[in-house]
């Protein structure tokens, strides 16, 4: 952990060197320019770009939308900004002050306004509503930033929303070199949702289309021209057809009032296409939430953003120009928190430390017992012995090294549990994924146990279901089952009762793997023999559902790789007490539907985290259908891609959440 900040105080003292190289070169800064006189005349040429930045309660991205535009492959000295601040009830114009404060020096231009009051809108539901007199001030807005940056003659006009994330810094590079005079980089979210439409129906609202998904996935990739594009998009201001566009509805408009309505319909009547590119990931957006939502619900959805992006990614970048606000920290309510790692992991433990750091979440860091490095000796001295007749139900194969290695570092916690008279806790895997809103969804389900006084020694919070048709609801409790037979222990909540059921069997001398002797002790095992070996079998089992944790990965993911992993050591204890050799013999199930694992995280990996001690389903593999592509050519030189074919698809602000009805429908359906 020390190293990561190391690197983050580096990368923030390189971000800032840059920086400040450009600033010298712009005229504004000190004098005295150290470049030579041909890069700055070669800079002086670049092209010019004026980027209106319209800011209402956004606090919750601010640090991370700056954190990209200030890491953006372009000369700040060519870049003029116009930001507009106004109705906010958060630190949305605080935040914006610090900022520009500490960054006019190194842009071209940076004009600011700001307004503390009125804090609402009248008629809205709620901060993210849409009412008309909104939609008014923006469309007027939007023109006013239009035509500064005609009377800047500025070459370009670059939209970005504030909940819009460039993490490809070389955007403006793509856009400009495809030579369109209106161009959007293909944005992606958590759902299908993004800054563009793929049809358009004769109303001038959304219509489905057939490519909309393989655009959105890059299963084909290039430019395409679409109807539509919003939130980030880049405008050639040098070719004059650009003079007839507008955010003001024209004499002939009909359609509804709606800034990005009216400037498709401006962009239609000049004659001008709209394009898409998404040869390479160029960043994401949040979807746009209810009328009716509160402003912690965006904020749970940044919060989510976050999370995911760590999973194959480093994290979103801050900006190194405002301080971020630091969340404090609690334990839920719990006596403790694990968090189990190895060591030899550390790329997990970051992700998962940054992850619990974003959520509040104070958890105590448990190092794994490794099994990898375990021996003949050590379980001797332990005391530990297979179940007899035990193999794994599907591969057929023995206990492995790294499935005893996660039962004792489980085992281990749950004594500590006992001997430090803990009455509930936490524990949590290094590989799992958050869901949106875990925090909240947790607490909300414990008050209604509680309230429901139900009698429990351990609750699910992340496992794999076997059988969802074994498990029934709990009445009087929302969200929460009596589990069947289960897979996993990605994380699960423990009273001190059920931690010394599972202690009192002593089970290290008839070891199983820890998410098969879990479902013993609550009597919802298939295999009757293994259960005859335990009693009683008495731990009372329930389960959140939906679940709040899912794996990192799948068998069949891209990074996947398992720490339980196949090598046995049986043979050689065996030997070892007969009096034999001491030579391990192979492992019979090498090399049959298992998975090696690696001695290290790859250093290329980043923060991508792979996943919790799955198993094989009964087919041999256990891959299960994701809702997002998978990055293709990230790697790509910046070329000219060929026009293709449509896309698709969004929406005005008063039929977001139309839209995003419609996506998530196409996503169910698919």
């Given at each position: 952990?020390?190293?990561?900040?190391?690197?983050?105080?580096?990368?923030?003292?390189?971000?800032?060197?840059?920086?400040?190289?450009?600033?010298?070169?712009?005229?504004?800064?000190?004098?005295?320019?150290?470049?030579?006189?041909?890069?700055?005349?070669?800079?002086?040429?670049?092209?010019?770009?004026?980027?209106?930045?319209?800011?209402?309660?956004?606090?919750?991205?601010?640090?991370?939308?700056?954190?990209?535009?200030?890491?953006?492959?372009?000369?700040?000295?060519?870049?003029?900004?116009?930001?507009?601040?106004?109705?906010?009830?958060?630190?949305?114009?605080?935040?914006?002050?610090?900022?520009?404060?500490?960054?006019?020096?190194?842009?071209?231009?940076?004009?600011?306004?700001?307004?503390?009051?009125?804090q609402r809108y009248l008629g809205?539901?709620?901060?993210?509503?849409?009412?008309?007199?909104?939609?008014?001030?923006?469309?007027?807005?939007?023109?006013?930033?239009?035509?500064?940056?005609?009377?800047?003659?500025?070459?370009?006009?670059?939209?970005?929303?504030?909940?819009?994330?460039?993490?490809?810094?070389?955007?403006?590079?793509?856009?400009?070199?495809?030579?369109?005079?209106?161009?959007?980089?293909?944005?992606?979210?958590?759902?299908?949702?993004?800054?563009?439409?793929?049809?358009?129906?004769?109303?001038?609202?959304?219509?489905?289309?057939?490519?909309?998904?393989?655009?959105?996935?890059?299963?084909?990739?290039?430019?395409?021209?679409?109807?539509?594009?919003?939130?980030?998009?880049?405008?050639?201001?040098?070719?004059?057809?650009?003079?007839?566009?507008?955010?003001?509805?024209?004499?002939?408009?009909?359609?509804?009032?709606?800034?990005?309505?009216?400037?498709?319909?401006?962009?239609?009547?000049?004659?001008?296409?709209?394009?898409?590119?998404?040869?390479?990931?160029?960043?994401?957006?949040?979807?746009?939430?209810?009328?009716?939502?509160?402003?912690?619900?965006?904020?749970?959805?940044?919060?989510?953003?976050?999370?995911?992006?760590?999973?194959?990614?480093?994290?979103?970048?801050?900006?190194?120009?405002?301080?971020?606000?630091?969340?404090?920290?609690?334990?839920?309510?719990?006596?403790?928190?694990?968090?189990?790692?190895?060591?030899?992991?550390?790329?997990?433990?970051?992700?998962?430390?940054?992850?619990?750091?974003?959520?509040?979440?104070?958890?105590?860091?448990?190092?794994?017992?490794?099994?990898?490095?375990?021996?003949?000796?050590?379980?001797?001295?332990?005391?530990?012995?297979?179940?007899?007749?035990?193999?794994?139900?599907?591969?057929?194969?023995?206990?492995?090294?790294?499935?005893?290695?996660?039962?004792?570092?489980?085992?281990?916690?749950?004594?500590?549990?006992?001997?430090?008279?803990?009455?509930?806790?936490?524990?949590?895997?290094?590989?799992?994924?958050?869901?949106?809103?875990?925090?909240?969804?947790?607490?909300?389900?414990?008050?209604?146990?509680?309230?429901?006084?139900?009698?429990?020694?351990?609750?699910?919070?992340?496992?794999?279901?076997?059988?969802?048709?074994?498990?029934?609801?709990?009445?009087?409790?929302?969200?929460?089952?009596?589990?069947?037979?289960?897979?996993?222990?990605?994380?699960?909540?423990?009273?001190?009762?059920?931690?010394?059921?599972?202690?009192?069997?002593?089970?290290?001398?008839?070891?199983?793997?820890?998410?098969?002797?879990?479902?013993?002790?609550?009597?919802?095992?298939?295999?009757?023999?293994?259960?005859?070996?335990?009693?009683?079998?008495?731990?009372?089992?329930?389960?959140?559902?939906?679940?709040?944790?899912?794996?990192?990965?799948?068998?069949?993911?891209?990074?996947?790789?398992?720490?339980?992993?196949?090598?046995?050591?049986?043979e050689d204890v065996h030997e070892r007490e007969n009096g034999g050799?001491?030579?391990?013999?192979?492992?019979?199930?090498?090399?049959?539907?298992?998975?090696?694992?690696?001695?290290?995280?790859?250093?290329?990996?980043?923060?991508?985290?792979?996943?919790?001690?799955?198993?094989?389903?009964?087919?041999?593999?256990?891959?299960?259908?994701?809702?997002?592509?998978?990055?293709?050519?990230?790697?790509?030189?910046?070329?000219?891609?060929?026009?293709?074919?449509?896309?698709?698809?969004?929406?005005?602000?008063?039929?977001?959440?139309?839209?995003?009805?419609?996506?998530?429908?196409?996503?169910?359906?698919?």
């Amino acid at each position: 952990m020390e190293m990561y900040w190391v690197l983050k105080l580096f990368a923030w003292t390189v971000c800032l060197v840059v920086i400040g190289v450009n600033a010298d070169t712009s005229g504004e800064g000190d004098s005295g320019n150290t470049q030579s006189d041909s890069a700055d005349v070669e800079e002086k040429q670049m092209p010019t770009v004026f980027i209106p930045i319209l800011v209402r309660n956004k606090a919750h991205t601010l640090p991370y939308f700056f954190g990209c535009l200030e890491r953006l492959h372009y000369p700040r000295n060519r870049i003029s900004l116009w930001i507009r601040t106004d109705h906010n009830v958060d630190n949305s114009t605080a935040m914006l002050k610090e900022w520009v404060a500490n960054a006019r020096p190194y842009y071209h231009k940076i004009d600011f306004q700001y307004k503390q009051y009125p804090q609402r809108y009248l008629g809205e539901s709620g901060p993210v509503d849409w009412p008309d007199e909104r939609f008014e001030h923006v469309i007027s807005l939007r023109q006013q930033a239009l035509e500064e940056a005609r009377k800047q003659w500025a070459d370009y006009l670059f939209t970005i929303d504030v909940d819009n994330f460039l993490e490809n810094p070389d955007v403006l590079w793509v856009l400009m070199h495809n030579e369109k005079t209106i161009i959007a980089p293909v944005l992606e979210s958590s759902t299908m949702y993004s800054n563009f439409w793929g049809g358009m129906k004769e109303n001038g609202y959304y219509k489905r289309t057939n490519t909309y998904l393989q655009i959105i996935r890059r299963n084909i990739t290039g430019i395409f021209n679409v109807p539509m594009v919003h939130s980030t998009v880049l405008i050639n201001l040098k070719h004059s057809a650009t003079e007839k566009l507008t955010y003001k509805p024209p004499p002939s408009y009909r359609q509804h009032l709606d800034d990005i309505l009216i400037f498709a319909y401006s962009a239609r009547e000049a004659g001008i296409p709209m394009y898409v590119v998404n040869a390479v990931h160029f960043g994401q957006l949040l979807v746009p939430t209810a009328a009716d939502a509160s402003l912690e619900d965006e904020v749970e959805q940044m919060l989510h953003v976050k999370l995911q992006t760590i999973v194959e990614n480093p994290p979103l970048p801050s900006s190194v120009l405002m301080h971020e606000p630091v969340r404090p920290v609690d334990k839920l309510g719990f006596d403790e928190i694990y968090m189990i790692n190895l060591k030899r992991r550390p790329l997990r433990r970051q992700r998962m430390l940054h992850s619990l750091k974003w959520l509040g979440i104070e958890a105590k860091e448990f190092d794994a017992v490794d099994g990898k490095a375990l021996t003949s000796d050590d379980l001797i001295s332990m005391g530990i012995d297979m179940l007899p007749g035990y193999r794994d139900p599907y591969s057929e194969r023995v206990l492995t090294k790294g499935e005893i290695g996660c039962f004792l570092s489980h085992y281990k916690i749950w004594q500590e549990m006992v001997q430090n008279n803990y009455q509930e806790i936490l524990v949590l895997e290094d590989d799992v994924r958050f869901e949106e809103g875990f925090r909240p969804k947790l607490m909300n389900i414990l008050t209604d146990v509680a309230l429901a006084q139900v009698d429990w020694d351990i609750i699910y919070v992340g496992r794999k279901i076997l059988n969802i048709d074994e498990e029934q609801y709990v009445s009087g409790v929302r969200n929460f089952v009596r589990p069947g037979y289960s897979y996993w222990t990605l994380s699960y909540i423990l009273t001190q009762r059920g931690a010394k059921k599972l202690l009192a069997q002593e089970p290290l001398g008839r070891m199983v793997p820890i998410d098969e002797y879990l479902p013993i002790m609550f009597d919802k095992h298939p295999e009757k023999n293994w259960l005859s070996a335990f009693w009683p079998r008495d731990l009372k089992a329930f389960s959140v559902n939906p679940l709040l944790v899912q794996p990192t990965h799948y068998i069949g993911d891209n990074n996947y790789f398992s720490d339980t992993e196949t090598s046995n050591i049986w043979e050689d204890v065996h030997e070892r007490e007969n009096g034999g050799s001491n030579e391990k013999k192979g492992d019979p199930a090498a090399g049959k539907d298992s998975l090696e694992e690696s001695d290290a995280d790859s250093p290329q990996d980043h923060f991508k985290m792979p996943t919790a001690d799955s198993k094989e389903d009964g087919k041999g593999v256990n891959l299960t259908a994701t809702d997002h592509a998978k990055e293709e050519g990230k790697e790509q030189k910046i070329e000219k891609t060929p026009i293709a074919s449509s896309g698709e698809e969004k929406i005005p602000k008063n039929e977001k959440q139309a839209e995003t009805v419609e996506q998530s429908r196409q996503q169910d359906e698919l």
